[in-house]
Nanobody, 115 residues
């Protein structure tokens, strides 16, 4: 199983980034996918999750209204559109896949929000 996150980088406050996570080795549509982040010196926290085929998305209060999680099951790809970025959004962002048996984690992508 591979979950490859990409799209991170340096952005100014108020800017936008779009993260992608390409998945292989799993039946993508049968997994709830999620984005998590870990800031320096802090624990990993949930950013957003999206169910496999239908259902509601879930967001951390800190990103509601600014971030949008989406997926393309035909492309086995997860996305996170991040708008109105703040310095507090600086972190390594990880994508995850969860099914009835286990969780999978990919390597993260660094997002730095700074002027």
């Amino acid at each position: 199983v591979q979950l490859q996150a990409s799209g991170g980088g340096l952005v100014q406050p108020g800017g936008s980034l779009r993260l992608s996570c390409s998945a292989s080795g799993i039946i993508f549509s049968r997994n709830t996918m999620g984005w998590y982040r870990q800031a320096p010196g802090k624990q990993r926290e949930l950013v957003a999750t999206i169910p496999g085929t239908s259902g509601t998305t879930n967001y951390a209060d800190s990103v509601k209204g600014r971030f949008t999680i989406s997926r393309d099951n035909a492309k086995n790809t997860l996305y996170l559109q991040m708008n109105s970025l703040k310095p507090d959004d600086t972190a390594v962002y990880y994508c995850s896949a969860r099914n009835a048996l286990r969780d999978y984690w990919g390597r993260g992508t660094l997002v730095t929000v700074s002027s």
